[in-house]
C-alpha cells in the first residue's frame, strides 16, 4: 500500500517525483508560481505517470484549504521558498515575507502527519541565522504552540525554548532531526549544499538516521587518475582528456599509495556522466529529446567560468543569464563554454528525460534553478518510507499480539 503525501511549495516537481519514486502517493501539490504549475499539468496532460493523482492548488499556501486531506496522512513535504536564507540574497530570514515555515507548521498542526520532510539552502545554518533556525527546530516540533496575536518571532521562540525545557507536552510533538548534505555525495551530478529538516510524531519509533554518503570525491580521482577507469568507461582517448589537476596532487598520490581509502563508495558523478548518451543540443531542438535545444550568448570571463565537464556541475541557480560563477553554463576540456540546455539542466537536477519543462529557456531554468534533485529526494524519503512502514509494521504486530 502506497504511503499517503502532500507537498508544499512544489516548484517543479522534483521532491514530489522523488518522494513518489520512494513510494509515497502525493494527493495535493500546492505551488504558488503558474508557470511551475504549469510544467506538472502538462506533464499530467501528457500522461506522466508519476503525476498523475497529484491535485494541483496554484496559489499561496496559507489560503489552502486542506480539510479535503483525509486523516491518517504519512507525511508533509516541501521546500519553503529558499531566498530568506539564501547567500545570493538579502538574507532578512523572518524579516523576508516569503519565509514561509511558519505556513509549513500550520500544515503540519492542521494535517497531523506522521512525519514531515522539508528542504532549503545551506544559508539557513549560517551563524547569522542560529538564533532562528532552533525557531523553526522548535516550532516544527511543537507545531500546536503557535504565536499568540502580535507576538513577535523571538518572543514566540522563547516561549517555546521554556515549553521544550518544561518536558510536559500533551499537545502534537515531533521529534525533529536536520542535516547538511551536498547531492553529489548521493549520486547527483552536482554540488548542491541543502539542508534537509526531518520530523516523526512522537508516536512514531525515534530511531532513525540519514542515508550516509553512497559517492565520494575520492572514488572520482581514483577513477579518473589512478585506474583510469572514468576515461575507459567513456571511450575518452588520452589526447582529449584534461590535464591532472595540480590541486589534487597530493591527494592523489595518497590514494594511489594507499593512505586514503575509498571505503567502498561510487565516484562523484559528473557533468560528462549526466550527460552520458545526448546529443548536442541544436537551435531548432532535437527530435525525440524534450527541451534540448541549443541557447545562444555563453561567455566565460573572470569568475564566470562555467561547470567542468568531468567533476559535478556547480549548483544550479534560479536565473537565466549572468549568473554568478557560470553555474547554469558547460565548460569543455578545451576551455570553450556554452550554456546548458533545458534538458541537460535536467538531467544535472536528475528529473527523468520524459518531465519536460514549460517555458521559455530562462524560465525553465529558473525552476530547476529552485528545484530538489529527483534523486536526493528519492534517497532522503526511501529512508523515511522505510521507517515509517516498519512502525507500521510494529504497531500492527502488537495488536495481533494483543
Known amino acids: 500500500m502506497s504511503l499517503r503525501a502532500v507537498e508544499l511549495f512544489g516548484g517543479a516537481g522534483g521532491l514530489a517525483l522523488g518522494t513518489h519514486a520512494a513510494g509515497f502517493a502525493n494527493e495535493l501539490f500546492v505551488e504558488w508560481d503558474r508557470w511551475a504549475c504549469d510544467t506538472v499539468r502538462q506533464n499530467r496532460k501528457a500522461g506522466h505517470s508519476a503525476v498523475q493523482g497529484w491535485d494541483v492548488r496554484e496559489g499561496d499556501v496559507r489560503k489552502v484549504d486542506f480539510s479535503v486531506v483525509p486523516d491518517g496522512l504519512d507525511l508533509v513535504t516541501g521546500g519553503p521558498p529558499c531566498q530568506p536564507f539564501s547567500m545570493g540574497g538579502k538574507a532578512r530570514a523572518s524579516d523576508d515575507k516569503r519565509d514561509m515555515f511558519p505556513a509549513a507548521a500550520e500544515v503540519v498542526r492542521t494535517l497531523r502527519p506522521r512525519a514531515f520532510l522539508l528542504e532549503n539552502v545551506r544559508g539557513l545554518k549560517r551563524a547569522a541565522f542560529s538564533d532562528y533556525f532552533e525557531f523553526i527546530r522548535l516550532r516544527m516540533q511543537y507545531?500546536?504552540?503557535?504565536?499568540?496575536?502580535?507576538?513577535?518571532?523571538l518572543d514566540h521562540f522563547r516561549r517555546l525554548q521554556r515549553e521544550h525545557?518544561?518536558?510536559q507536552h500533551d499537545s502534537l510533538t515531533y521529534n525533529v532531526a536536520d542535516t547538511l548534505v551536498n547531492a553529489a555525495d548521493y549520486g547527483v551530478p552536482q554540488h548542491r549544499h541543502r539542508v534537509f529538516i526531518v520530523g516523526f510524531r512522537a508516536d512514531i519509533d525515534t530511531e532513525w538516521a540519514f542515508p550516509?554518503?553512497?559517492?565520494?570525491?575520492?572514488?572520482?580521482?581514483?577513477?579518473?587518475?589512478?585506474?583510469?577507469?572514468?576515461?575507459?568507461?567513456?571511450?575518452v582517448p588520452t589526447k582529449e582528456r584534461p590535464l591532472l589537476p595540480s590541486r589534487f596532487e597530493s591527494r592523489i598520490r595518497k590514494i594511489r599509495d594507499g593512505q586514503i581509502e575509498v571505503n567502498?563508495?561510487?565516484?562523484w558523478r559528473t557533468v560528462r556522466d549526466a550527460l552520458n548518451g545526448m546529443p548536442e543540443p541544436l537551435a531548432g531542438g532535437v527530435a525525440g529529446w524534450k527541451n534540448h535545444n541549443h541557447q545562444p550568448g555563453a561567455r566565460a570571463y573572470p569568475g564566470h567560468t562555467g561547470s567542468p565537464l568531468d567533476e559535478p556541475s556547480k549548483a544550479?541557480?534560479?536565473?537565466?543569464?549572468?549568473?554568478?560563477?557560470?553555474?547554469?553554463?558547460?565548460?569543455?576540456?578545451?576551455?570553450?563554454?556554452r550554456y546548458y540546455s533545458i534538458r541537460e539542466a535536467a538531467r544535472i537536477q536528475t528529473f527523468p528525460d520524459d518531465y519536460e519543462l514549460h517555458g521559455a529557456w530562462g524560465e525553465a531554468m529558473r525552476q530547476l534553478g529552485n528545484a530538489v534533485p529527483v534523486l536526493l529526494a528519492k534517497t532522503v524519503g526511501a529512508a523515511v518510507a522505510g521507517h515509517l512502514n516498519s512502525a507500521r509494521m510494529r504497531d500492527e504486530a502488537v495488536l495481533q499480539a494483543s
Open 143 to 153: 507545531p500546536e504552540l503557535v504565536a499568540n496575536d502580535n507576538e513577535s518571532w
Open 165 to 167: 525545557i518544561a518536558g
Open 212 to 235: 550516509q554518503p553512497t559517492h565520494s570525491h575520492d572514488a572520482l580521482l581514483e577513477a579518473q587518475w589512478v585506474t583510469g577507469n572514468y576515461w575507459d568507461e567513456h571511450s
Open 264 to 267: 567502498g563508495r561510487l565516484p
Open 316 to 337: 544550479l541557480k534560479a536565473g537565466g543569464h549572468g549568473v554568478p560563477g557560470g553555474e547554469n553554463m558547460l565548460r569543455r576540456v578545451d576551455g570553450s563554454v
